[in-house]
Nanobody, 120 residues
Framework: QVQLVESGGGLVQPGGSLRLSCAASGFTFSLYAMSWYRQAPGKERELVAGITSAGDSTNNADSVKGRFTISRDNAKNTVFLQMNSLKPEDTAVYYC?????????????WGQGTQVTVSS
């Protein structure tokens, strides 16, 4: 079955770094665009960063530009989010997302999320 399993979350001090990983299985990973979303308490889920299926293009939310970097390893079916210069407002549950559109249909999958807490 399809699985997206995030890891790497935790508690970090402001200014610190974390690297999130998302291991995919059960589908052809290299055909899917991958993204990281986050949801803070009381807020809507928001897009953080995305990367194309081939890994040749990325996009970041304005709030994380210059601090977060998304990457992927199609040989290992894994997508990463390197988070530097973390701020308290980055505190949220971070979700891995896979998406593919084909012949008018949209296929998407979500991970279960990993908690990131930025606090001193």
């Amino acid at each position: 079955q399809v699985q997206l399993v995030e890891s790497g979350g935790g508690l970090v001090q402001p200014g610190g770094s974390l690297r999130l990983s998302c291991a995919a299985s059960g589908f052809t990973f290299s055909l899917y665009a991958m993204s990281w979303y986050r949801q803070a308490p009381g807020k809507e889920r928001e897009l953080v960063a995305g990367i194309t299926s081939a890994g040749d293009s990325t996009n970041n939310a304005d709030s994380v530009k210059g601090r977060f970097t998304i990457s992927r390893d199609n040989a290992k079916n894994t997508v990463f989010l390197q988070m530097n210069s973390l701020k308290p407002e980055d505190t949220a549950v971070y979700y891995c997302h896979a998406e593919r559109s084909r012949m008018g249909y949209r296929f998407e999958y979500w991970g279960q999320g990993t908690q990131v807490t930025v606090s001193s």
